[in-house]
């Protein structure tokens, strides 16, 4: 059963960094045939994709116009995992970031109902 976990979020002061960790487990060797994504909710607003890896070790990636050049994802297949490299936080980036298998449903991404095992992603609040 595939399940995904985050971690690695808090609080951090404008300007400062954070890294964030995406645990999955249930794909078995089939984890780095799929590409991964960081999402984030904001309270009050939908939720956005911020950053896709591909797979097979993530030669490529796409990132939202307002985390470029600040945010970097990775991967690392033999441990089934994700990160995200923050840097240059800004208040804006206050949000709950889940990680997920790219869809073009992305609202779902950052809903976990229905999955009481997944992790509940992880807060991340940029505040002086």
């Known amino acids: 059963q595939v399940q995904l976990v985050e971690s690695g979020g808090g609080l951090v002061q404008p300007g400062g960094s954070l890294r964030l960790s995406c645990a999955a487990s249930?794909?078995?060797?089939?984890?780095?045939?799929?590409?991964m994504g960081w999402y984030r909710q904001a309270p009050g607003k939908e939720c956005e994709m911020v950053a896709i890896?591909?797979?097979?070790?993530?030669?490529?990636?796409h990132y939202a116009d307002s985390v470029k050049g600040r945010f970097t994802i990775s991967r690392d297949d033999a441990k089934r995992s994700v990160f995200l490299q923050m840097t240059r936080l800004k208040p804006e980036d206050t949000a709950v970031y889940y990680c997920?298998?790219?869809?073009?449903?992305?609202?779902?991404?950052?809903?976990?109902?229905?999955?009481?095992?997944w992790g509940q992603g992880t807060q991340v609040t940029v505040s002086a």
């Open positions: 997920d298998r790219p869809s073009t449903n992305i609202q779902r991404r950052c809903n976990r109902t229905g999955l009481p095992n």
């Open positions: 249930g794909f078995g060797s089939t984890f780095r045939t799929f590409a």
């Open positions: 890896i591909s797979s097979f070790g993530g030669g490529d990636t």
